[in-house]
T-cell receptor, first 113, second 114 residues
Framework: AQSVSQHNHHVILSEAASLELGCNYS??????LFWYVQYPGQHLQLLLK??????LVKGIKGFEAEFIKSKFSFNLRKPSVQWSDTAEYFC???????????FGAGTRLFVKA | ETGVTQSPTHLIKTRGQQVTLRCSSQ?????VSWYQQALGQGPQFIFQ???????GRGNFPPRFSGLQFPNYSSELNVNALELDDSALYLC?????????????FGPGTRLTVT
């Protein structure tokens, strides 16, 4: 069965620190990969997605993620976080052409001003 | 462009009762998916509707059922409520077979079962 594992449940960083959130998935076929973010009091929204091509994907607000197929990983990165990045981040996977999106448990990021 | 809306915002029900949650899709979207998000967990896929038919289902029992209407609005029905059904229920709309396949999520309905 498909599953998504996010390595950290809670992360606390100071402003300007670099961020890397780990995500691993288990699925043998071709996948589409996503990172979603939920800011306090707001809807879940898409940060970035990988479908095919360049494994380094750039998203909104300076976020990027790298798909490493051999490691079944899709880690999220940002070189310098801001207080406004405080949110919960979800990694998700969908088998290509499928209907079911599997989410990880989420990582709560708190950025200290 | 109207976003995804859900109603009600909050709901309290008693074990054994039935509940109906509603979702209005983003304009132009023909697919809706429902998710259950328990506290401290990520959203879990319940089912998806496309053109008024269920075309995919997660590991949820038959007492979870849904409807999609010609205007692409949707309902999630849960019968015989159990305490473990307490969660945030999210709907997400998308445009089937689009290259981007982006799901747009609503704010959710918080269901408490006592």
């Amino acid at each position: 069965a498909q599953s998504v594992s996010q390595h950290n449940h809670h992360v606390i960083l100071s402003e300007a620190a670099s961020l890397e959130l780990g995500c691993n998935y288990s699925y043998g076929g071709t996948v589409n990969l996503f990172w979603y973010v939920q800011y306090p009091g707001q809807h879940l929204q898409l940060l970035l997605k990988y479908f095919s091509g360049d494994p380094l994907v750039k998203g909104i607000k300076g976020f990027e993620a790298e798909f490493i197929k051999s490691k079944f990983s899709f880690n999220l990165r940002k070189p310098s976080v801001q207080w406004s990045d405080t949110a919960e981040y979800f990694c998700a996977v969908r088998n290509t052409g499928g209907f079911k999106t599997i989410f990880g448990a989420g990582t709560r990021l708190f950025v200290k001003a | 462009e109207t976003g995804v809306t859900q109603s009600p915002t909050h709901l309290i029900k008693t074990r054994g009762q039935q509940v109906t949650l509603r979702c209005s899709s983003q304009s132009g979207h023909n697919t809706v998916s429902w998710y259950q998000q328990a506290l401290g967990q990520g959203p879990q896929f319940i089912f998806q509707y496309y053109r008024e038919e269920e075309n995919g289902r997660g590991n949820f029992p038959p007492r979870f059922s849904g409807l999609q209407f010609p205007n692409y609005s949707s309902e999630l029905n849960v019968n015989a409520l159990e305490l473990d059904d307490s969660a945030l229920y999210l709907c997400a709309s998308s445009l089937a077979y689009s290259a981007s396949y982006e799901q747009y999520f609503g704010p959710g309905t918080r269901l408490t079962v006592t």
